[in-house]
């Protein structure tokens, strides 16, 4: 009766191991499948804000800037990631904006999603810069619908949004320049040089002015425009560029 209780009891054993074995294997996740996670939990509850792939484009950004002179941060920024490096952003996600220096309107999603929801997403946003997604078909959509810009709305839009940083006369020489040269080796771009405006289209300026330098591997201390200007305005910019480089139009 001992060696058949012995017996079982050691049988009984073993399958609780086994079983707790192929459990964990089982439940064990592939990187692919955090990925995936990351990028559900992030359109669920970032986008909004973010944009889907990051660049700070949501559909409430707008209403942010407009309301709150909140600009939303564009997540695909390697440079902001490396200054705050994984555990930074996750702080941020668990904190909230207002416990890490940042805009009170970024919620603290600490006490409302799990750890490992936390650690999907903070996965998620640390690989956006090198997803380096192609221009948005809805960008592009913008650009086709929009009617051609016209040099002299251009000028004012260029005067009021841009020559603090490209200068009164587009010759990357503003206010600004100076102090992004020397803090972040930046020269905002010289936009009368025929030689270099003349090798981009139209679409290539107007994808470069709408998403931000980030974007098209320029600097992303370029703004993404497409948060505060319609395509109009933005095409409007594109044909004073062109009037300013004395460079024909490319549609």
Request: positive net charge.
């Amino acid at each position: 009766m001992r060696t058949v209780r012995r017996f079982g009891t050691a049988a009984l054993a073993a399958g609780v191991f086994a079983g707790l074995l192929a459990g964990g294997i089982a439940g064990a996740r592939t990187a692919a499948e955090r990925m995936q996670s990351g990028a559900r939990g992030f359109e669920e509850y970032c986008a909004m804000c973010h944009g889907t792939e990051g660049y700070g484009n949501g559909d409430v950004a707008g209403q942010l800037q407009k309301d709150a002179s909140v600009t939303v941060a564009r997540l695909n920024d390697a440079g902001r990631l490396k200054t705050l490096g994984r555990s930074g952003v996750r702080k941020v996600i668990v904190q909230g904006g207002a416990h890490t220096g940042r805009s009170n309107l970024m919620p603290a999603w600490g006490d409302k999603l799990s750890s490992t929801q936390i650690d999907d997403i903070t996965d998620y946003v640390m690989s956006l810069p090198s997803q380096k997604p192609g221009v948005p078909s809805a960008t592009l959509q913008k650009y086709l619908e929009a009617p051609p810009g016209t040099p002299a709305q251009g000028r004012t839009l260029y005067v009021h949004n841009c020559s603090a940083c490209h200068g009164p006369y587009g010759k990357g020489d503003g206010s600004f320049a100076e102090v992004l040269r020397q803090k972040h080796k930046v020269r905002p771009r010289n936009l009368t040089d025929s030689t270099y405006i003349a090798s981009r289209t139209d679409k290539d300026l107007f994808v470069t002015i709408s998403l931000g330098g980030g974007h098209v591997g320029k600097s992303p201390y370029m703004p993404a425009w497409a948060v505060y200007l319609t395509p109009e305005q933005i095409k409007d910019i594109v044909s004073y560029i062109r009037a300013i480089s004395h460079t024909a139009a490319r549609p």
